[in-house]
């Protein structure tokens, strides 16, 4: 069973920082890339970042560029996602999921974790 287990959501202030984790289980860690995305109440979901297993290769949204950063560890099946600089726009439930290598379509995700960034 797929499974993807998010962590690390919060409140925090505008300029301040979080970190998410994806923990990922069910299937093999580096046949696939992992990413994040975010809905925010109201709003369409959108992309924040994903990572490829196979080459390491890194996306980023233009709005999180230079504030986010996505890692992985294989030896632990775990997807990070670290967040600097914080800010209100931000706020919103950040899902983890996978997706296979040339399909730009999710196939699994968890069940989200909020992040709140006040001002």
């Known amino acids: 069973e797929v499974k993807l287990v998010e962590s690390g959501g919060g409140l925090v202030q505008a300029g301040g920082s979080l970190r998410l984790s994806c923990a990922a289980s069910?299937?093999?860690?580096?046949?696939?890339?992992i990413g994040w995305f975010r809905q925010a109440p109201g709003k369409m979901r959108e992309g924040v970042s994903c990572?490829?297993?196979?080459?390491?290769?890194?996306y980023y949204r233009d709005a999180v560029k230079g504030r986010f950063t996505i890692s992985s560890d294989s030896a632990k099946n775990t997807v990070d996602l670290q967040m600097n600089s914080l800010k209100p726009e931000d706020t919103a439930v950040y899902y983890c999921?996978?997706?296979?290598?040339?399909?730009?379509?999710?196939?699994?995700w968890g069940q989200g974790t909020q992040v709140t960034v006040s001002l």
């Open positions: 999921y996978s997706r296979r290598f040339g399909n730009p379509q999710p196939d699994s």
């Open positions: 069910g299937f093999t860690f580096d046949a696939k890339a």
């Open positions: 990572i490829s297993q196979r080459d390491g290769s890194t």
